[in-house]
């Protein structure tokens, strides 16, 4: 059995078969985490979830035309912030749990039911969203660029490996 060598004093043992000189990385070997089916299920979920709060909670603290008794907070939108966050966080969140595999189920399910919600008549044969058109248009377009982005994050916040140490070359 080989003794491990920190980071600072080489690049470590190498395993047999590697060739002379090769730079052996543990990270390079390690296999591959697979994201279960019931990640991947459990990610289309939250995204169906997110997606039906969001389409029905965006316009709940939308600004009104009454200034007079109304509250400086309710001057801006902050049911469409606090939703179009709440997705990014979730999208977030099932790519850091998951991997790619969740993310899409996630991004697939909160886009089938946020199209599905908002082309939805009402009772009294209103649109969810028709009264509210143009902070309905930020929620859908502004909401899937946001999930959208979110799976262009740098590699290293999804990993538990650390980085390695740094070596200064100046030091002494």
Known sequence: MSATVPPAAGPGPTPPGTPAGAVWSPRSTAPRQRTSWVRVVLSGLLGVLVGAVGTFMFAALLPSGVTDHVSAAA????????????????????????????????????????????????????VLAGA?????????????????????????????????????????
């Open 75 to 126: 001057s801006w939108p902050v049911g469409l912030v606090l939703t179009l966050a709440l997705s990014v966080t979730a999208a977030v969140l099932t790519r850091a749990w998951g991997g790619y595999g969740a993310y899409t189920a996630y991004a697939v399910g909160w886009l089938v039911v946020v199209i599905v919600l908002t082309g939805m008549h009402g009772p009294g044969g209103d």
């Open 132 to 172: 509210h058109q143009r902070w309905a248009n930020l929620w859908m377009y502004g909401g899937f660029l946001l999930v959208a982005a979110s799976a262009f994050a740098p590699r290293g916040w999804f990993s538990d490996v650390p980085k390695d140490a740094r070596q200064d070359g100046d030091a002494g």
